[in-house]
């Protein structure tokens, strides 16, 4: 896929559209494998819901249903407060968001370049972020990297 890519940037991606429960993600997660990926899921906390006649059992209130587990920490800078700020505001901080998660990836992955291809590089970063205690932390330093630029340029 990416061999015969050349310098056409706007044309690798894929549209996923499927109902909910379908295997969007784990499509996604098996392509990571192959295909250098930057995942994160948007995916919101269940809310606590008490069952009628069992009246200590509650659902969970993480991100552990589902597949993958949901990146709270990227879907609360994304999406809370949009409809409070500017669309400028917004775009920037996605933008903001963007450079500083691919600054991180790119100096990680420097470290990386010990493969012999490219498919070796994709299956031990695929690896890396499917530890939700490695993938957490990178987008938590992402986010921090985030909000210093945010403040220094001053949106």
Not at 25 to 30: A, G, K, L, N, T
Not at 134 to 146: F, N, P, S
Request: hydrophobic share 40%; charged share 20%.
């Amino acid at each position: 896929m990416n061999a015969d890519r050349a310098c056409r940037i706007y044309d690798n991606f894929v549209p996923i559209v499927q109902s909910s429960g379908t295997g969007k993600s784990r499509i996604v997660d098996e392509a990571a494998k192959y295909i250098f990926t930057l995942p994160f899921n948007l995916r919101a906390a269940r809310p606590q819901v008490r069952f009628a006649n069992l009246h200590s059992l509650f659902l969970p209130t993480d991100n552990s249903q589902g597949f993958p587990s949901g990146n709270p920490e990227v879907r609360d800078l994304l999406i809370d407060d949009v409809n409070k700020e500017t669309s400028k505001v917004v775009q920037l901080r996605y933008l903001y968001f963007l450079v500083s998660l691919f600054t991180k990836v790119c100096n990680k992955i420097e470290d990386l370049l010990i493969f012999n291809c490219y498919e070796d590089l994709a299956q031990h970063w695929h690896g890396e972020l499917s530890d939700a205690t490695h993938r957490t932390a990178l987008y938590e330093d992402v986010i921090k990297v985030m909000v210093f630029l945010s403040y220094s340029i001053a949106i």
